[in-house]
């Protein structure tokens, strides 16, 4: 693996004090809980951070700044004559031309669903899944849209999947094959995995699985216009005409309000890979920065506030002091117990009237762990009551309180943690999502696909 290189802050003008001051900010506000922070300037690192159980070389589920990648496959298969973004899509599934016939469906470009405007009102994967019969590409075609294609941006997801469709058709490979030789290894990025959609090809919409790195490498190749280490991977001419406006949005939030373009959003500085809970990739060329950030928030433009408020100024001053940024290592919160103490004796737990989380069917408590069933099994190690206790793709952190033992279940290849209440009086369990997974999901399988 190769890495990126390292450098304190004053060594390229960066102010840690103003660091520090985005850290703090979002450790202190609402609806934000960061994982993990990276920040570069002139290509080197000069602030990370892991909020335990979070680690470094953890791949973490990026929900749609997979969508950033996506279209950097969709630039190499453009760039080598696979794909043409001015063909529609249909002409590369001519097995479905008899099924397709409305106008409007037929005359969808490439380009079109590489930039939400497939003409649809709006997000349409519900009604595509059942239209193509789990096809979601197929099933994007037989929806009439509502408006002329290339002129109505809306978000919807089966756009994107469209752009994995014909990539695969086109390479005889899944995204990730196709993007191993041309983007991967070229950036020392050796840990991925792409969540399938219903019929087995890799979403493109979401579901890819990165480090916190590995997304740094991927903005600094963007920054230098496709290049990586002085070897040109893609035009910059690419780069260029995939991130800028192609399309005006009316959003609600204040930085998605600046246009999309292929798969990603301009900001209000720069522009960006964006993902559900607080995933963020953040280019801002004015200051040959980039931000890449995982975490589990509701809040994900307070994020966005913060690093205009904070970290932008700091990546200009440079005024940073002569020594390292202190990167440390905080942890997340863990169950807030009442200092009681109870006895792990082997139980099976069964869903009490609290629980919110139906598809949980039994908790079975054993001596050092637990066993979680929603139809296949996962077990968590339980270590000292004191800290997080990392085994896997999961980390579990205990109390108790009032006779009941709280144990927080934290996914570490997702930003998504479970908090369960196991009451020993009646043998019954809570759980509750603290964010629940977008998609439906067994614990198991939250976790990057290998």
Same mark, same amino acid.
């Given at each position: 693996m190769?890495d990126?290189?390292?450098?304190?802050?004053a060594?390229q003008?960066?102010?840690?004090?103003g660091?520090?001051a985005?850290v703090a900010?979002?450790e202190?506000?609402?609806?934000?809980?960061p994982h993990?922070?990276?920040?570069l300037?002139?290509?080197?690192?000069v602030?990370?951070?892991?909020?335990?159980?979070?680690?470094?070389?953890t791949p973490?589920l990026?929900y749609s700044v997979?969508k950033?990648v996506?279209?950097?496959?969709l630039?190499f298969a453009?760039?080598?004559g696979?794909?043409?973004?001015?063909?529609t899509?249909?002409s590369?599934?001519?097995?479905?031309?008899t099924?397709?016939t409305?106008p409007?469906?037929r005359?969808i470009l490439?380009r079109?669903?590489?930039?939400?405007?497939?003409?649809?009102?709006g997000?349409t994967?519900?009604q595509a899944?059942?239209?193509?019969e789990?096809?979601?590409t197929?099933?994007?075609?037989?929806?009439p849209?509502e408006?002329?294609?290339?002129?109505?941006?809306?978000y919807?997801?089966?756009?994107t999947?469209?752009?994995?469709?014909?990539?695969?058709?086109v390479?005889g490979a899944?995204?990730?094959?196709f993007?191993?030789p041309?983007l991967f290894?070229p950036?020392?990025i050796?840990?991925y995995?792409?969540w399938?959609?219903?019929i087995g090809?890799?979403?493109?919409?979401?579901g890819?699985h990165?480090?916190?790195?590995?997304?740094?490498?991927?903005?600094?190749?963007?920054l230098?216009g496709?290049s990586?280490r002085g070897?040109?991977?893609?035009p910059?001419?690419?780069?260029?005409?995939a991130?800028?406006?192609h399309?005006?949005t009316d959003?609600?939030?204040?930085?998605?309000?600046?246009?999309?373009?292929?798969?990603f959003?301009r900001?209000?500085?720069?522009?960006?890979?964006?993902g559900?809970?607080?995933?963020?990739l953040l280019?801002?060329?004015e200051?040959?920065?980039?931000?890449?950030i995982?975490?589990q928030?509701?809040?994900t433009?307070?994020?966005l !506030?913060q690093?205009? %408020?904070?970290?932008l100024?700091a $990546?200009t001053?440079g005024t940073g @002091? /002569?020594g390292?940024?202190? *990167?440390g290592?905080p942890?997340?919160?863990r169950p807030a117990?009442d200092?009681?103490t109870?006895?792990?004796?082997?139980?099976?737990?069964?869903?009490?009237?609290?629980?919110t989380v139906?598809?949980?069917?039994r908790?079975?408590l054993r001596?050092?762990?637990?066993v979680?069933?929603d139809?296949?099994e996962?077990?968590?190690e339980?270590g000292a009551p004191?800290?997080?206790?990392v085994?896997g793709?999961?980390?579990?952190a205990?109390?108790w309180?009032?006779g009941r033992?709280?144990v !927080?279940?934290?996914f %570490?290849e997702?930003?998504h943690? $479970?908090?369960?209440a196991l009451? @020993? /009086?009646?043998?019954?369990? *809570?759980?509750s999502?603290q964010t629940?997974?977008?998609a439906?999901i067994?614990l198991?399988a939250?976790?990057?696909?290998?």
């Amino acid at each position: 693996m190769s890495d990126l290189p390292r450098s304190t802050p004053a060594e390229q003008g960066v102010d840690a004090g103003g660091i520090d001051a985005f850290v703090a900010a979002l450790e202190s506000a609402p609806g934000i809980e960061p994982h993990s922070l990276m920040v570069l300037r002139h290509g080197h690192v000069v602030a990370e951070r892991w909020w335990r159980p979070y680690r470094p070389g953890t791949p973490h589920l990026l929900y749609s700044v997979s969508k950033a990648v996506a279209s950097t496959a969709l630039g190499f298969a453009v760039t080598e004559g696979l794909v043409d973004l001015d063909a529609t899509v249909l002409s590369y599934f001519p097995e479905h031309d008899t099924r397709v016939t409305d106008p409007r469906s037929r005359s969808i470009l490439v380009r079109h669903v590489a930039s939400m405007t497939s003409g649809h009102a709006g997000e349409t994967v519900e009604q595509a899944f059942r239209a193509g019969e789990g096809d979601l590409t197929l099933g994007l075609l037989l929806l009439p849209p509502e408006r002329e294609p290339g002129t109505f941006f809306a978000y919807n997801q089966p756009c994107t999947n469209a752009l994995s469709a014909i990539i695969e058709r086109v390479s005889g490979a899944p995204m990730t094959e196709f993007l191993r030789p041309r983007l991967f290894e070229p950036l020392g990025i050796d840990q991925y995995g792409w969540w399938p959609d219903p019929i087995g090809r890799e979403q493109g919409f979401s579901g890819l699985h990165l480090t916190t790195e590995s997304v740094a490498k991927i903005g600094q190749f963007y920054l230098d216009g496709g290049s990586w280490r002085g070897r040109k991977l893609l035009p910059a001419e690419w780069i260029a005409e995939a991130t800028r406006r192609h399309v005006a949005t009316d959003m609600v939030n204040p930085d998605s309000r600046h246009g999309y373009g292929f798969k990603f959003w301009r900001s209000l500085h720069g522009y960006r890979g964006d993902g559900a809970f607080g995933q963020y990739l953040l280019v801002l060329p004015e200051a040959d920065a980039v931000v890449a950030i995982t975490s589990q928030s509701t809040d994900t433009q307070g994020i966005l !506030d913060q690093a205009w %408020t904070h970290l932008l100024p700091a $990546l200009t001053a440079g005024t940073g @002091p /002569a020594g390292p940024w202190p *990167a440390g290592s905080p942890e997340l919160a863990r169950p807030a117990g009442d200092g009681s103490t109870g006895e792990f004796t082997e139980a099976a737990y069964r869903p009490g009237p609290d629980n919110t989380v139906g598809t949980l069917r039994r908790v079975l408590l054993r001596p050092g762990g637990l066993v979680l069933d929603d139809g296949r099994e996962l077990t968590a190690e339980l270590g000292a009551p004191d800290s997080w206790t990392v085994a896997g793709p999961v980390a579990t952190a205990h109390a108790w309180s009032g006779g009941r033992l709280l144990v !927080d279940v934290v996914f %570490t290849e997702s930003p998504h943690r $479970l908090h369960l209440a196991l009451d @020993p /009086a009646t043998g019954t369990f *809570a759980a509750s999502w603290q964010t629940a997974p977008l998609a439906p999901i067994t614990l198991a399988a939250l976790r990057m696909p290998r």
